[in-house]
């Protein structure tokens, strides 16, 4: 079974500052890994995904993820917050059975 | 990128009736769609998955007979709460795959019920 940790349930950043939201998960085969954000009463939508390819993942809206198989994590970035990062970011995993396991989300808040 | 929407966004319903809630992929056919359940300010929990033509495979601790899950084409799938209770007021949300695990998921914009 697979499992996924986010560390901070909630991250504050100044806007044009470093944004680093946690995770670290748990798999017995190699998984595939997924962010994805969500804004408030709507649904998620993909931001990036590792699926064994190269470690380091570049999605939309200027994030990345690199996967560091040592460590068994798959951490977040973005070099400059913007006000409009401001969301819920979940961190999930997937082993190979389409199922997805979510974390329990980190709450980003730009502060002006 | 692709597309699901689900209907309605937003219901309001008396203790004990039923509510459908429906949810459509619109730019491709989804061999695997998925029910999860959000309460307020916590992460998604996977209630169910469902296959196009076959009985949906429930999560551990989920009634089947509280919410019946239907999966009748490639593109639509629907979740029925039945007799529903205030304690299932929550954020549902539907997602839908291509059967291939290293693909995404693609979520719809999810359905906020209220049980009075």
């Known amino acids: 079974a697979q499992s996924v940790t986010q560390l901070g349930s909630h991250v504050s950043v100044s806007e044009g500052a470093l944004v680093l939201l946690r995770c670290n998960y748990s798999?017995?085969?190699?998984?595939?890994l997924f962010w994805y954000v969500q804004y408030p009463n709507q649904g998620l939508q993909l931001l990036l995904k590792y699926t064994s390819a190269a470690t380091l993942v570049k999605g939309i809206n200027g994030f990345e993820a690199e996967f560091k198989k040592s460590e068994t994590s798959f951490h977040l970035t973005k070099p400059s917050a913007h006000m409009s990062d401001a969301a819920e970011y979940f961190c999930a995993v997937s082993d190979g059975d389409e199922k997805l396991t979510f974390g329990t989300g980190t709450r980003l808040t730009i502060i002006p | 990128g692709a597309v699901v929407s689900q209907h309605p966004s937003r219901v309001i319903c008396k203790s004990g009736t039923s509510v459908k809630i429906e949810c459509r992929s619109l730019d491709f056919q989804a061999t695997t769609m998925f029910w999860y359940r959000q309460f307020p300010k916590q992460s998604l929990m996977l209630m169910a998955t469902s296959n196009e033509g076959s009985k949906a495979t429930y999560e551990q601790g989920v009634e089947k007979d509280k919410f019946l899950i239907n999966h009748a084409s490639l593109t639509l799938s629907t979740l029925t709460v039945t007799s529903a209770h205030p304690e299932d007021s929550s954020f549902y949300i539907c997602?839908?795959?291509?059967?291939?695990?290293?693909?995404?998921?693609?979520f719809g914009p999810g359905t906020r019920l209220l049980v009075l």
């Open positions: 997602s839908a795959g291509t059967g291939l695990s290293s693909e995404t998921q693609y």
């Open positions: 798999s017995s085969v190699p998984p595939y």
